[in-house]
Each structure stands twice: as structure tokens, then as C-alpha cells.
DNA sequence: GCAATAATAATAACCATTATCATTATAAGA
DNA sequence: TCTTATAATGATAATGGTTATTATTATTGC
């Protein structure tokens, strides 16, 4: 039986107000600010609590840091490898979810993600002025 | 300027002739049999030049181990959560490359990843055979 | 062969994440 | 409201995959 607590809320909140995806230690520092005795065991403890009751969904890129997005609808990520932000991909800029595969294939799909990487535009621009 | 290695070669051609996707570990393990002095360091270490070189693919799926991919040609990867293992999905059955987005996507993309999961048929049948 | 230097083996260090455990906070019943 | 049961916490240690270090070895060009 699950108990309420007021850090696991004050997590959850606060991923909800970001639009960007944040990493554990982003959430620690920033939640800090208003809880400050929350450890850093309890925010990966609630992290990974509020990914198996589906409340926030993980987001791995591949660079040895998780990132979590409170947002849980499906969408596509992108991921730049210079600068290791990672940000939607607007839904009307995406191409049609391939979620979905032909019955014949023997595995059961319970998910998909999808993640696009390269250099932002962001990055493209400094390096073109360092030259 | 890059010389020769038999470490790197062995490697390559470990890769080259497996259909799954081993992790370092496995590629130590196994490497290890016909070049017993061989190095867990020298297996991270080709494996990250290789994978810069564009020879293999790094495939990242959360679990917290990365595994390799010697086939580069673009394909979806299975994942099943249960049994950890990664498999191709055979390119008849898989959806259309989500590949390019729009041209009104701020971002560059250089290239995309996508990852279906789910518990596998085995898991699935071990499963209902314990009750 | 011989010098220059890239790559290796062995091992230590790193660091994101997880586990441990005594203490604190929450929920439910009397 | 007091009490009891127990889930959750904070502090900290441990884990484990990966990377860095460094003396030694192997490869390349002359």
C-alpha cells in the first residue's frame, strides 16, 4: 500500500512545469530549493517509482545520463550530441509513428521510442563563429 | 595516424559473425578464447573507435549496458524487458524509416534510432507455463 | 635493423545509480 | 486523539559499467 509523500510530489510537480527533460541530478538541485533535506536516494527512488506507475516516462540517450519528461503521450525526442539537450519533436513535424508492426512479426510490442540526434542549430552556430 | 591491431581486427570480425547484439562483456568473454592476454580495456576502447569509425553501431536500450552492432545499414531494434535480449526486426515487417523530418524542424538531423519493446514470445511461454 | 609512436595489458579511478538501514512520516483503527 | 503498523525518508555505502592512467609491447616508415 502506497503512502502519500510530500517529496515525491514536489518531484512530480516539478517535472510537470518543465518543458525541457531533465536528469536526476537537475531534479535534485532544483527541488532542493523549496525541500531542502530531500537526498538524493529519494529522487531517484521516486523517479523510478513514477516510470513504473507510468506517471513519467524515461528518456535514454545513450550518453550514461537518464533523462525523465512528465509528458507520457507519445511523441519523438531529439537529441544533440554537442550540447546533450534534448527536446520534442513537434508532433506536426514528425513522421507517422511506426508503433505499430505487421502481426506476423513473433514478438509482442508493447512500445516503441524514437530518437533523433545531431547537432543543433544552437551548436551549429557557435562552432561556425569559433570557426 | 591509426595502425594496425589484432585486437581490433578480432573484434570486428567477432561482431561481424554474430546476428545478436553482445555487450563489451560478452565481446571480452568470447574474443578471449583465441586471444587469451586480450584486455576488457582494449575491448571498451576498440569498441568506442570502431563505433566513432562508423563500423559498428552502438545500440542503447536503458537497461544500463550498451551492446554492439556491426550491421550498420539502417534497422529497428526489439528489446525485450524481460529477458534483456535485443533483436533485429526483420526490415519486411518494420514500418517506413521516420528518418527525415519536415524541413521547418529547426534542427539537423543526422540520424535516428527506434527501439520497439515488449516481453518476448519465450518469456511470454515460460511465463504461462509457471502459472 | 632502428627510431618513432600507436596500441596494449593491467589496474585504478570515475560516476550514475542502487541498496542498506536507522529514523521519520503517513494511514487506519481503537 | 493516542497507538500501532509500515511505507518513505535521509544519509551513506556499495555496485557495476565504463573510462583514464601508465609502463610496456607491437607496428610502421626509413
Redesign the interface.
Known amino acids: 500500500m502506497m503512502k502519500y509523500s510530500r517529496q515525491r510530489e514536489a518531484i512530480k510537480e516539478y517535472l510537470m512545469e518543465r518543458r525541457d527533460h531533465p536528469t536526476a541530478e537537475m531534479v535534485y538541485r532544483d527541488v532542493r530549493e523549496a525541500n531542502p533535506k530531500i537526498s538524493l536516494g529519494t529522487v531517484y527512488r521516486n523517479l523510478s517509482l513514477l516510470v513504473s506507475l507510468g506517471e513519467i516516462q ?1 528518456i ?3 550518453d550514461g545520463v ?1 533523462r525523465y519528461d512528465a509528458n507520457v503521450s507519445p511523441h ?1 525526442h ?1 537529441h ?2 554537442c550540447c546533450g539537450r534534448v ?1 520534442d ?2 508532433p506536426e ?10 502481426e ?18 544552437d551548436c ?1 552556430e557557435k562552432s561556425e563563429k569559433t570557426g
Open positions: 524515461k535514454c540517450c545513450g537518464e519523438y531529439y544533440c550530441t527536446m519533436v513537434p513535424q514528425a513522421p507517422p509513428s511506426p508503433i505499430r508492426l505487421r506476423d512479426f513473433p514478438e509482442e510490442v508493447e512500445g516503441c521510442t524514437v530518437l533523433f540526434h545531431g547537432t543543433c542549430r551549429k
